[in-house]
């Protein structure tokens, strides 16, 4: 799979047209204004999986917080 065809789902995300600050909250921040940007997109899965697979350990992907990415995580290694 080339790397077009990996992370195509990005050209359709409802995050193109946000603020990318609000994806990355000061810490102990929820987030929240991301979660809604997320909850209405059509690649929501995709940009899930995207983070849990490289691990990235900042911001909100996929409606889902760093923290609550880590508990994942740890949940699906258990």
Same mark, same amino acid.
């Given at each position: 799979?080339?790397?077009?065809?990996?992370? /195509?789902?990005?050209?359709? $995300?409802?995050? *193109? &047209?946000?603020?990318?600050?609000?994806?990355?909250?000061?810490?102990? #921040?929820? /987030?929240? &204004?991301?979660?809604?940007?997320?909850?209405?997109?059509?690649? *929501? &899965?995709?940009?899930?999986?995207? $983070?849990?697979?490289?691990?990235?350990? &900042?911001?909100?992907? #996929? #409606?889902?917080?760093?923290?609550?990415?880590?508990?994942?995580?740890?949940?699906? $290694?258990?």
């Amino acid at each position: 799979m080339t790397e077009t065809q990996e992370h /195509g789902w990005r050209e359709n $995300a409802n995050c *193109l &047209d946000a603020d990318p600050e609000i994806f990355f909250p000061i810490a102990g #921040g929820n /987030g929240l &204004d991301a979660k809604k940007v997320c909850a209405r997109c059509t690649v *929501l &899965d995709e940009c899930l999986q995207y $983070a849990l697979q490289h691990q990235v350990e &900042d911001g909100v992907w #996929g #409606g889902v917080s760093a923290v609550e990415r880590e508990r994942m995580r740890k949940r699906m $290694a258990a």
